[in-house]
């Protein structure tokens, strides 16, 4: 017996040495991978010593002669933090990504060759200026030396990652930089699921008149620019500043609801105590690890300018310079449309036009998948645009037989100019500039709010599809194609975007709301990614006479509903304080329990408080209540709560509280018992998942940001040190945006946030403050890898400063990167 155990210790202690030996040596190799910041670099890629000097936070600040140089220690750098993520998104948009990761991405990589985006994104090169190809190249350059690096001193590869999926890293090329900026046009893009939904549920009524409640047209005249402030307060006087004061995780598709969204504001002179304009800009998309963004600093020619970038793509895309700041947002231009092709019975390799049927412009492309056979398909190609099966988007629920769905999107250009845009924006020392400079961007449309030092605007960018007047969906439902009025006409000119330049008021801003209200085919769009933050927001901007660099911080961190403060009284409002005392212990006294928590809420979606959890299932659960019995089935579709539709139904509007009666059933059902059945659902839920103690739950145990690793984030074990989880506070429809998942065991994670946030203050550039939300470092072994996460959740920021000595100061590493000597 005693030999056994003796034998069993030392098999024991054997599997402890192997696996500690294990350990030490996957350690040893993703170390390897690690970057060293402080170093010296000689190539011949580059025209003249250069500098990559990185601050206490990890943002490398680009201290170059020429902005070719500037632009490839963007590259250099990009790929020394990010490169998985950049050879990850360059395979999404060459529809390869099955090549690593086999089936299960097949149909992403479909998708992406239907769309043909990266032989879009080739034909492109040539169409960008001078400047932006020069940075192209150079950029590409950094890129590859980075990749040449790691590949002759064994640098493990250059991403933990690639040890897992171990594929040849092709040199990169400016056309994939192209293809990145392309794929983030694909991830905000939201028009077609909308057409797709609105025909779906059309059929699915039995009233049609009905589809304007669940699906409701975005209220008022639009805003934008808002009234002078003495228009609003009597008495109060313009303020005189006298002296300025110091799907598949890697699905590029976005479900409905978890497209584009963003803030941005700014406010003139007259309106900042400082004296200097102010500009706030935190775009929302979905949340990862790492991070979207990536923050850096360039010295360019036309001065330094610091921000926001996406790697992969030679800008900064949010941020600012010593003379400009610059913000984007989703403008939600309805630049999609679906149509219906018919095919020709007697050759089904021809489709109507309005001239008789003509051929498909037609190609193979070979999918290669890992372990597996390849697999052929024909890219087919329309006068509207490319083909998508009807497995794509659900596109066969509406699709008649013999008949198939193309895609027109202004993204399908063969000569896209955004790119160069980006770059001469950068440029730019003035709005005025500025807005000329974003006249050839072309996709995704976006809200550009820009500041100089005395003025500030607000402008549409983006290609806006011309539609004829006589249009039979106006681009609100899929249209037949062969029918001239239903094509576009070519594009409007870029003066036709709405723009507010210098307003009387002294605030622009835009929170995903309806900008304008001008008529068809002049209206932007139908479908607007917001009705309800730009309610909170209007109230914060006209809540002060002037405004600073923290009062703009403390909008963008916002997080009272306006939703919540007015649904509530709504469907409450024969709920409350009605009824007889109930027991302890029964249903009704949870429901009595759970409505004195509501009574005493102020509507703030704070993590710590258990009225936003209330407020949310109640709610979710009272759609759910309204919708179901209607729609079936489809009732899934609607992921999240649709305030106006709410609204609409409890103040009848046009008969809209026919909703709250249940079709099937025989006794008529009032609104009022929609609302307390939905509230005992709601609890039982909540109760089911996080006890019965109301008063004990938190908002933001289901509240949880998910920075998620697209790929091991799934990974037993590993999951733990690759994804960054935190209890968080805001909403679907605060300014602090935390749009929740909608679907799944945990409704209300938070996964689609500001993944960046900027204030800048030009009376004093240098107390500009921004953060990303999880760290620099896309190597999960690094400190930089989720350093800036709490920042994030506590609603902290870093320093934004062009001041070269400042960051050397405090510098975790410098990279010198030399010509070699002649």
């Known amino acids: 017996m005693a030999l056994i155990i003796q034998w069993l210790l030392r098999i024991a202690g054997g599997l402890v040495i192997l696996a500690v030996l294990a350990v030490s040596l996957v350690y040893f190799l993703a170390s390897r991978s690690l970057p060293e910041y402080e170093k010296t670099l000689v190539t011949p890629a580059v025209l003249s010593p250069l500098e990559i000097v990185r601050d206490n936070a990890n943002v490398p600040h680009i201290l170059g002669q020429t902005d070719q140089d500037v632009f490839f220690g963007l590259g250099y750098a990009h790929a020394q933090d990010r490169l998985w993520q950049m050879i990850t998104l360059r395979r999404t948009a060459q529809g390869r990504l099955s090549e690593i990761f086999g089936s299960a991405t097949v149909d992403i990589d479909k998708l992406l060759r239907r769309l043909d985006m990266y032989t879009l994104a080739q034909q492109s090169v040539s169409a960008q200026d001078a400047a932006t190809t020069a940075a192209?190249?150079?950029?590409?350059?950094?890129?590859?030396?980075?990749?040449?690096?790691?590949?002759?001193?064994?640098?493990?590869?250059?991403?933990?990652?690639?040890?897992m999926f171990s594929q040849p890293i092709a040199p990169w090329q400016p056309a994939d930089s192209l293809a990145v900026q392309k794929l983030m046009a694909l991830q905000l893009a939201g028009h077609l699921q909308d057409e797709i939904l609105r025909a779906r549920t059309s059929l699915a009524l039995r009233d049609e008149k009905r589809l304007a409640d669940i699906l409701p047209d975005a209220p008022g005249a639009g805003v934008a620019a808002l009234p002078e402030y003495a228009q609003l307060v009597p008495g109060a006087q313009r303020y005189a500043v006298t002296q300025p004061a110091p799907t598949h995780p890697l699905s590029p598709v976005a479900r409905r609801g978890l497209a584009g969204a963003s803030n941005a504001w700014a406010a003139a002179r007259d309106r900042s105590a400082s004296g200097g304009t102010l500009l706030a800009n935190d775009p929302h998309l979905g949340l990862s690890a790492p991070s979207v963004w990536y923050l850096a600093r360039l010295e360019l020619s036309s001065g330094g300018v610091i921000g926001g970038t996406i790697p992969g793509i030679p800008a900064i895309l949010v941020g600012r310079s010593d003379a400009l700041g610059w913000g984007l947002t989703s403008a939600y231009l309805d630049d999609q449309d679906l149509f219906i092709e018919e095919l020709n019975p007697n050759n089904p390799e021809e489709y109507r036009t309005p001239d008789g049927y003509k051929p498909f412009a037609t190609r193979k492309s070979i999918i290669q998948i890992k372990d597996e056979n390849p697999i052929t398909i024909t890219l087919r190609w329309t006068d509207n645009g490319p083909v998508l099966p009807g497995t794509h988007y659900d596109i066969a629920s509406i699709t008649p037989t013999g008949h198939v769905a193309a895609l027109g999107w202004t993204a399908l250009s063969p000569a896209d100019t955004s790119t160069s845009a980006a770059v001469r924006i950068m440029g730019a020392q003035s709005v005025e500039q500025a807005l000329k400079a974003a006249e050839i961007y072309i996709s995704p449309a976006q809200n550009l709010t820009v500041a100089d030092r005395d003025?500030?605007?607000?402008?549409?960018?983006?290609?806006?599809?011309?539609?004829?007047?006589?249009?039979?969906?106006?681009?609100?439902?899929?249209?037949?194609?062969?029918?001239?009025?239903?094509?576009?006409?070519?594009?409007?000119?870029?003066?036709?975007?709405?723009?507010?330049?210098?307003?009387?008021?002294?605030?622009?801003?835009?929170?995903?709301?309806?900008?304008?209200?001008?008529?068809?085919?002049?209206?932007?769009?139908?479908?607007?990614?917001?009705?309800?933050?730009?309610?909170?927001?209007?109230?914060?901007?006209?809540?002060?006479?002037?405004?600073?660099?923290?009062?703009?911080?403390?909008?963008?961190?916002?997080?009272?509903?306006?939703?919540?403060?007015?649904?509530?009284?709504?469907?409450?409002?024969?709920?409350?304080?009605?009824?007889?005392?109930?027991?302890?212990?029964?249903?009704?006294?949870?429901?009595?329990?759970?409505?004195?928590?509501?009574?005493?809420?102020?509507?703030?979606?704070?993590?710590?408080?258990?009225?936003?959890?209330?407020?949310?299932?109640?709610?979710?659960?009272?759609?759910?209540?309204?919708?179901?019995?209607?729609?079936?089935?489809?009732?899934?579709?609607?992921?999240?709560?649709?305030?106006?539709?709410?609204?609409?139904?409890?103040?009848?509007?046009?008969?809209?509280?026919?909703?709250?009666?249940?079709?099937?059933?025989?006794?008529?059902?009032?609104?009022?018992?929609?609302?307390?059945?939905?509230?005992?659902?709601?609890?039982?839920?909540?109760?089911?998942?996080?006890?019965?103690?109301?008063?004990?739950?938190?908002?933001?145990?289901?509240?949880?940001?998910?920075?998620?690793?697209?790929?091991?984030?799934?990974?037993?074990?590993?999951?733990?040190?690759?994804?960054?989880?935190?209890?968080?506070?805001?909403?679907?429809?605060?300014?602090?945006?935390?749009?929740?998942?909608?679907?799944?065991?945990?409704p209300f994670q938070n996964v689609h946030a500001a993944g960046y946030r900027g204030v800048y203050d030009f009376a004093d550039p240098d107390s500009s403050v921004f953060v990303i939300s999880t760290g620099q470092s896309g190597h999960f072994l690094s400190r930089y890898y989720d350093d800036m996460a709490q920042l994030w959740r506590r609603g902290e920021y870093i320093p934004m400063s062009l001041d070269a000595d400042l960051a050397r100061a405090a510098a975790v590493g410098v990279t010198r990167i030399l010509p070699p000597q002649n």
């Open 455 to 746: 003025t500030i605007a607000l402008k549409v960018v983006g290609a806006m599809p011309r539609r004829d007047s006589r249009s039979q969906s106006r681009g609100r439902l899929p249209s037949l194609g062969w029918r001239s009025e239903n094509r576009w006409q070519g594009m409007f000119p870029y003066a036709s975007n709405p723009a507010f330049v210098a307003p009387v008021g002294g605030i622009v801003g835009n929170t995903n709301n309806k900008v304008v209200e001008r008529p068809f085919p002049l209206h932007v769009s139908f479908e607007w990614g917001d009705s309800q933050r730009v309610q909170r927001w209007q109230r914060l901007m006209q809540g002060r006479q002037v405004h600073t660099r923290d009062s703009f911080v403390e909008a963008q961190l916002d997080t009272v509903s306006f939703s919540a403060r007015s649904l509530l009284p709504l469907i409450g409002a024969d709920l409350w304080f009605t009824g007889e005392a109930a027991p302890e212990g029964t249903r009704e006294r949870q429901r009595y329990r759970a409505l004195s928590l509501l009574s005493e809420w102020n509507g703030e979606m704070n993590e710590h408080l258990p009225e936003p959890l209330l407020y949310a299932a109640w709610l979710r659960a009272l759609q759910d209540r309204l919708i179901r019995d209607d729609l079936g089935p489809l009732a899934d579709e609607y992921t999240h709560l649709e305030p106006l539709f709410v609204e609409r139904v409890f103040r009848d509007v046009d008969g809209a509280s026919i909703w709250c009666d249940v079709a099937q059933s025989a006794p008529v059902e009032t609104c009022t018992d929609m609302a307390r059945l939905a509230l005992d659902d709601a609890l039982i839920w909540v109760e089911e998942r996080y006890g019965s103690q109301l008063e004990s739950l938190r908002w933001g145990d289901a509240h949880q940001a998910t920075h998620d690793h697209q790929v091991l984030g799934d990974v037993p074990l590993l999951r733990f040190f690759v994804n960054i989880r935190q209890s968080t506070s805001g909403g679907d429809n605060t300014l602090q945006r935390g749009r929740t998942s909608g679907k799944g065991d945990n």
């Open 136 to 163: 192209l190249r150079a950029y590409a350059n950094g890129v590859n030396t980075r990749i040449d690096e790691i590949n002759a001193s064994s640098l493990g590869r250059g991403a933990p990652e690639l040890f």
